[in-house]
């Protein structure tokens, strides 16, 4: 890390003697990051963001395939780096085609499947996992429904890298390395041997041509050694937090009236929980929350700029007011979630009591 | 069809307040009774028919009435 940030100013792609040694950090920190997802390192390219690498796969992977044709398929619930990526594609003269979940936020795989057969598609693209409802997506079996249609399988799998494995079968992934505890601005675009994929970019050298730029050397050391270290600890991890969030399920359901807890109950990622309350300000309640001290998000409409509620609830039919959205960590402790279970009733009381809807 | 038994207006408001509208207006009716509910705020499309299931109550239909979204709710029990 402090050889990154001495040498970190050198372009990696020249010849003087601190430029080979940022060559050789850059590389062995792409050889790292790609043994920890099993791809080879020339299939691996640090992009500036997780958001810039999901524009990318998805642009890169409908330009590669234009003359298989010009649908795009994807879930319902993807990322909105990914939406947005796929406007950009109708707004071009392709068309996109959204698949429904079910009430857990699971991916339904027989429109899945009838989609990816049809004529003219050139990708599908499949969250792993979603990030925010937690809900793990069956990235096998979508796979395998692309693979018997000859289709390439893009997966964001910002959530998944470095907690959770992804399944084996996609052509593209992207992932988020401040999403596994590394620094922001690095994100990671990989793209299997024999994917056609073409840079949606003006023509750039750097990164296997796959993205433009010189990349922040000292950020890309940083995040290939955090998901080393993450990786390492992801079971362990996974183990000390799965029963932490299934507690937060199962209190909050039974001490908050009128609450519904959604996303998969097993199917899921181990760090996260979402819940919605009945007749509750999510904006009010996040504040609530804020000031005892405890960082949530929210998908209620209220919450975010556009006054949209989270299009991930909408497309699973459930409530989107009074919705908070828990995301336990590595320092997170069962002290505090013990804290956060014994304090949430009186907080969402008191916020009923406050609107006048008790026995509502 | 038959027009709503009552109609509770909620241009403008932001949700949880059409639902919060729907759950105080929807008992004043006899069960079987359909309450329209007009709301424009985008959540509200989630919201209501969310409210609905959890609630037991029958979402009849949704409509546009004067340019405007409108949920028509009938009174289960």
Do not use: M, N
């Given at each position: 890390m402090l050889a990154a940030l001495e040498d970190g100013w050198a372009d990696p792609a020249r010849l003087y003697a601190p430029a080979r040694r940022a060559r050789q950090l850059l590389d062995a920190a792409r050889a790292a990051t790609a043994e920890v997802l099993g791809v080879r390192p020339d299939e691996l390219s640090f992009t500036p963001s997780g958001t810039a690498a999901a524009h990318a796969a998805v642009l890169g992977g409908l330009a590669g395939r234009r003359r298989a044709g010009g649908t795009l398929v994807h879930s319902a619930i993807e990322h909105s780096a990914v939406l947005h990526a796929a406007e950009r594609h109708v707004a071009a003269g392709g068309s996109a085609t959204g698949i429904p979940v079910d009430?857990?936020?699971?991916?339904?795989?027989?429109?899945?499947?009838?989609?990816?057969?049809?004529?003219g598609v050139a990708l599908a693209t499949l969250i792993s996992a979603s990030h925010e409802v937690g809900t793990v997506q069956p990235v096998a079996e979508a796979a395998r429904a692309c693979a018997a249609a000859g289709v390439p399988l893009y997966v964001d799998a910002a959530q998944s890298v470095g907690r959770i494995p992804v399944?084996?079968?996609?052509?593209?992934?992207?992932?988020?390395?401040?999403?596994?505890?590394g620094p922001p601005g690095v994100g990671l675009l990989v793209v299997r041997k024999g994917t056609r994929w073409e840079s949606p970019y003006p023509a750039d050298e750097r990164e296997a041509g796959r993205t433009p730029g010189v990349g922040n050397l000292p950020a890309i050391v940083a995040a290939a050694?955090?998901?080393?270290?993450?990786?390492?600890?992801?079971?362990?991890?996974?183990?000390?937090?799965?029963?932490?969030?299934?507690?937060?399920?199962?209190t909050v359901a039974a001490t908050v009236p009128d609450v519904e807890v959604v996303g998969d109950p097993v199917d899921r990622l181990p760090h996260l929980v979402t819940f919605s309350c009945l007749y509750v300000d999510g904006e009010a309640l996040?504040?609530?929350?804020?000031?005892?001290?405890?960082?949530?998000?929210?998908?209620s409409s209220c919450t975010s700029s556009t006054l949209r509620p989270s299009h991930v609830l909408e497309a699973m039919g459930v409530l989107s007011h009074g919705n908070v959205r828990l995301s336990l960590h590595r320092e997170s402790t069962e002290a505090e979630v013990d804290r956060f279970l014994a304090e949430l009733p009186g907080i969402v009381a008191g916020l009923r009591a406050e609107a006048g809807v008790v026995g509502l | 069809m038959n027009g709503p038994?009552?109609?509770?207006?909620?241009?403008?408001?932001?949700?949880?307040?059409?639902?919060?509208?729907a759950a105080r207006r929807l008992p004043e009716l006899p069960v079987g009774g359909v309450l329209r509910v007009l709301a424009d705020d985008?959540?509200?499309?989630?919201?209501?028919?969310a409210w609905c299931r959890m609630?037991?109550?029958?979402?009849?239909?949704?409509?546009?009435?004067?340019?405007?979204?409108?949920?028509?709710?009938?009174?289960?029990?």
């Open positions: 009430r857990a936020g699971s991916l339904d795989l027989d429109a899945w499947s009838a989609a990816v057969a049809g004529p399944p084996a079968g996609w052509s593209i992934l992207s992932a988020s390395a401040h999403k596994w505890g050694a955090a998901l080393r270290a993450v990786h390492a600890e992801a079971v362990a991890e996974a183990a000390r937090l799965g029963p932490l969030v299934d507690r937060i399920r199962a996040l504040h609530a929350l804020d000031r005892r001290g405890f960082a949530v998000s929210s998908g | 038994d009552d109609v509770v207006d909620c241009l403008g408001q932001r949700c949880p307040l059409p639902v919060i509208a985008p959540a509200a499309a989630i919201d209501i028919p609630r037991g109550q029958e979402l009849v239909g949704t409509s546009t009435v004067d340019g405007s979204p409108a949920y028509d709710i009938r009174r289960a029990h």
